[in-house]
């Protein structure tokens, strides 16, 4: 018996109230590119950013109507080669991120927090 099943998975959103400032921290500060912007329904805007080959995205869709924006713990963890260099760009940019990197030690990666301007968090690995 043949069962269909997700192969992949294709976009996280996080709903945001200000998409274009969204749009300006992801890519300017974070270092994703836009990859779509497209008008739909009445007024509103689809957006999706994305890193380097990574086919996943993240949408910066507005939130659902009578739903607030902002303040979420988005489930979103962005890998990076040089964690501290990372972290001292985005310090350096302005981007509310933890005061160290948190270091565990084994099997738990060097980490930190960081929140976009609505306040939504993503973590950041090595």
Same mark, same amino acid.
């Given at each position: 018996?043949?069962? =269909?099943?997700?192969?992949?998975?294709?976009? $996280?959103?996080?709903?945001? %109230?200000?998409?274009?400032?969204? $749009? &300006?921290?992801?890519?300017?500060?974070?270092?994703? @590119?836009?990859?779509? &912007?497209?008008?739909?329904?009445?007024?509103?805007?689809?957006?999706?950013?994305?890193?380097?080959?990574?086919?996943?995205?993240? %949408?910066? %869709?507005?939130?659902?109507?009578?739903? %607030? =924006?902002?303040?979420?713990?988005?489930?979103?963890?962005?890998?990076? &080669?040089?964690?501290? =260099?990372?972290?001292?760009?985005?310090?350096?940019?302005?981007?509310?991120?933890?005061? @160290?990197? =948190?270091?565990?030690?084994?099997?738990? !990666? !060097?980490?930190?927090?960081?929140?976009?301007?609505?306040?939504?968090?993503?973590?950041?690995?090595?």
């Amino acid at each position: 018996m043949n069962k =269909s099943r997700a192969n992949k998975i294709a976009t $996280v959103i996080i709903p945001v %109230a200000d998409q274009d400032g969204a $749009v &300006d921290f992801y890519v300017n500060k974070l270092g994703c @590119e836009k990859r779509v &912007d497209i008008p739909f329904g009445d007024g509103y805007r689809w957006i999706e950013v994305g890193l380097g080959d990574e086919t996943t995205t993240i %949408a910066l %869709a507005p939130p659902r109507q009578d739903t %607030a =924006s902002g303040k979420r713990e988005t489930g979103i963890t962005l890998q990076t &080669d040089d964690i501290d =260099s990372y972290h001292a760009q985005l310090q350096q940019a302005g981007v509310e991120v933890d005061a @160290e990197v =948190s270091r565990m030690g084994d099997p738990v !990666p !060097p980490m930190f927090w960081l929140r976009d301007p609505e306040g939504n968090t993503l973590m950041v690995v090595q």
